[in-house]
Structures are given as C-alpha cells and as structure tokens.
C-alpha cells in the first residue's frame, strides 16, 4: 500500500520568510496530492491540490510541485504571516479510482512576528 | 463545495458500551467513504473504506468486530465502536468523494469526538 513521508515534522520561520515542506510517496499509481492545514480539533482544509499530470500549481502564496520520476511533492509558502501557523499535512491517493488518502505525519509550522 | 457531516460532534461513553458516529453526505450521493482515526498530536490513520452496499474494507490491525461499519445508503456510513475502551478515545473523521465531478478532491466532515472513562 501506499506510504508518505513528510518533512520537517516543525517549522518555526519568521514572519515574512518562506516555508518549505516536503513529502515522498511510495506507490506509483498515486495520481492526487492535496495539502490540508487542520487546527485544533477541527477537519483538515484544503489548501491546494495536484494531480499528476501537472508539475506546479500555485495560488496566490502556495505553491505545489510534484516530481512523479522522484516520487515527491513540496508545499511552497511564502511570505508567511503568524495566521499561517497551523498543522500541515500532506496526502496521496489514486484519485481518478475513488481511493482513501494516506496522510503524512504533518508538520507543525510557527510563523512568529 | 460538497457538505459532509457528522453526528454527534462529541460523545462521553463509559467503558464497555458502544457509541455510533453517523457520517452524511448531503448534497451528493457517495458510494465510497472513508473512515479516519486521529490520536493527540498525531497524523489522521484510515481505519476502513465504507462501501455502499457492502462490506467495508479494514486496514491492517483494524478489529473489524470492534468497529462496526454499515453504509446502507448513498448519503449515510456509520461506524459503531463496541465495548469502548479508554485507549478507543480519539478523534474520529469522515470523508468522502463526489463520484460525479471531476475533481478528486475529498470532503471531510468536522469529526467526532470521542472520550471513553
């Protein structure tokens, strides 16, 4: 079955600065990669998505690219501000069949001002 | 986006008595949904894949006999947590995919949680 990796499992940035997280899967039939933020007690929220047909996609400050021959996938913020701070996680799935997302183990990022 | 919910939000039950936890679909039809696990500081675990009709598909080291899924509509899975442990308490999540659209983006209900004393 499918394995995901991600790094670091803490961040602390400075406001202003970039945050890079990064992730490694295992299965080769993956073809979705979404990135949540989740706090506290909350459900995880969607904050970008790739499929494998693409290799970047960006929204206003995130980014995500995906390396399918390397098998990773990195969450780019940049100019991050204190409300970035949250729980971040990757996920990978066959998402054309309908399968279950497997979680990273998350990273926690601290954007202090 | 599409709406999944959950029921109850939270739920106290003393060890040895089961709670179920209902997950909806409302404004789509789901023949899949997923049932996740998270602990305190930890990463949501996939526990089982619902199906509509069928039986639910368990990940390793899941007691299927401990935690009872039933998804007998398109818009309703629940999963039944029998003779509740306090080691069962966690935060129980909810997804499904619209099987329609074209997006694979997953819908995630706000969870439960549960505490066992």
């Known amino acids: 079955g499918e394995n995901v990796e991600q790094h670091p499992s803490t961040l602390s940035v400075q406001e202003g600065d970039s945050a890079v997280i990064k992730c490694t899967y295992s299965d080769s039939a993956s073809n979705y990669f979404p990135w949540y933020k989740q706090e506290l007690g909350k459900r995880p929220q969607l904050i970008i998505d790739?499929?494998?047909?693409?290799g970047e996609k960006k929204d206003q400050r995130i980014a995500v690219t995906l390396n399918k021959t390397a098998k990773h996938f990195s969450l780019h913020i940049t100019e991050t501000q204190p409300e970035d701070s949250a729980v971040y996680f990757c996920?990978?799935?066959?998402?054309?069949?309908?399968?279950?997302?497997?979680f990273g183990k998350g990273t926690t990022l601290s954007v202090s001002s | 986006g599409a709406v999944v919910s959950q029921h109850p939000s939270w739920v106290i039950c003393k060890s040895g008595t089961s709670v179920k936890i209902e997950c909806r679909s409302l404004d789509f039809q789901a023949t899949t949904m997923f049932w996740y696990r998270q602990f305190p500081k930890q990463s949501l675990m996939l526990m089982a894949t619902s199906n509509e009709g069928s039986k639910a598909t368990y990940e390793q080291g899941v007691e299927k006999d401990k935690f009872l899924i039933n998804h007998a509509s398109l818009t309703l899975s629940t999963l039944t947590v029998t003779s509740a442990h306090p080691e069962d308490s966690s935060f129980y999540i909810c997804?499904?995919?619209?099987?329609?659209?074209?997006?694979?983006?997953?819908?995630f209900g706000p969870g439960t949680r549960l505490t066992v004393t």
């Open positions: 790739i499929r494998s047909n693409v």
């Open positions: 996920a990978a799935s066959q998402g054309q069949a309908g399968t279950a997302l497997i």
């Open positions: 997804s499904a995919r619209d099987p329609y659209v074209r997006s694979y983006e997953q819908y």
